[in-house]
């Protein structure tokens, strides 16, 4: 148990030093933005937790991972679109295709939802959707979804998560 105590300590540290605490952020946002599964909401309010100054730095810097992420998801479904041309569709699936094609690029904003958000950028893709607009969309959306998290976390429930 004091290993894993030391542990978090070390990563909370780091974590304050700001030298370390926005790159940190950066990769925890880019890798959690593709199909791995992560949440990058922790490392960014903890980060700001530690260092209020940050902020806005913090906020731009996790958009910014988390928005490349999904450029990685968009490219990856480019890359696989013959490999799945093979499988058939269910009808779940071309339900969820045509929305994704009448929406077009727009449908990208929601990629910082949970479970559906990385694959609905994947899928842009493959259906080769013009990268920009969903690149701006996402980034958009994920942007949204960083400000509103820790403004809610730092001024409506500020002791959510208190360091003491």
Known sequence: MQVMEAWFASVLQALALPQYGLSTVFIVSLVSATLVPLGSEPA???LIKLNPDLYWQTILVATAGNALGG???WWMGFGVKRAYESYKHSSVQAKALAWLVRLGPKACFFAFLPVIGDPLATIAGWLKL????????GALGKFLRYLVMTSVLLWFWPG?????
């Open 44 to 46: 960014v309010f903890g």
């Open 71 to 73: 450029a990685v998801n």
């Open 130 to 137: 013009p990268f920009w607009p969903c690149f701006l969309y």
């Open 160 to 164: 959510a998560f208190s360091l003491s």
